[in-house]
């Protein structure tokens, strides 16, 4: 998994003026929690580029004061109108202490019905898992290569070891649709049988 550095400064006031008074001043207010304390400090818009402005699934190094946290992105809040970051949450990684993460489905190989002429539909991108730091991954694979035309993958059909997918087993994560242009060879098709 890809890591991302990030430089804070520990914050001492709190509060929502000193958050307006920290975002005047370019800075974003940030919370560290789910270690053994909470972490507030601030850091610059520049330094989270990397980890908010991304589809991809990293984990972060928060530098603040000497010590080093690793951690993941929990929680974010943006202006309305502007887009910027106004405040984070990170979640600290702690060896063996369970978490929930949403984690990207990153869907491999071929489907036999696209090859049939079908079409691919992505229903969902990311999943929400239950795991440990030492079993989260990037991503969570799904082979789409058995995946027929009218048929769904479903949350089952996810491979997923020492990690539990916190979704419905039988909802669909992806499927493979008929085309318009396959639609019309097929009644084509069969309007001329008939006439035969």
Do not use: W
């Not at 396959?182 to 008939?194: D, F, V």
């Amino acid at each position: 998994m890809k890591l991302v550095t990030i430089e804070g400064q520990l914050r001492s006031d709190f509060g929502k003026k000193a958050a307006r008074a920290d975002r005047s001043e370019g800075k974003v207010p940030c919370v560290i929690y789910g270690g053994s304390e909470n972490i507030h400090f601030t850091t610059t818009h520049k330094e989270l580029k990397s980890i908010v402005y991304t589809s991809d699934f990293h984990t972060a190094v928060i530098k603040v004061n000497g010590k080093e946290h690793k951690c993941i992105l929990k929680d974010l809040q943006m202006h309305k109108l502007t887009d910027e970051v106004t405040h984070i949450d990170f979640l600290e990684l702690v060896p063996g202490k369970r978490l929930n993460a949403n984690v990207p489905l990153k869907f491999v190989g071929q489907s036999v019905g696209v090859k049939a002429g079908g079409r691919f539909v992505v229903k969902m991108s990311t999943v929400k898992v239950r795991t440990t730091p030492e079993h989260l991954k990037a991503f969570l694979e799904v082979d789409i290569s058995k995946l027929e035309i009218g048929k769904n993958l479903r949350v089952e059909d996810i491979q997923s070891e020492h990690t539990e997918i916190m979704h419905n087993k039988r909802i669909p994560v992806a499927a493979v649709v008929t085309t318009r242009a396959l639609k019309q060879a097929e009644n084509a098709e069969a309007s001329s049988g008939k006439k035969k």
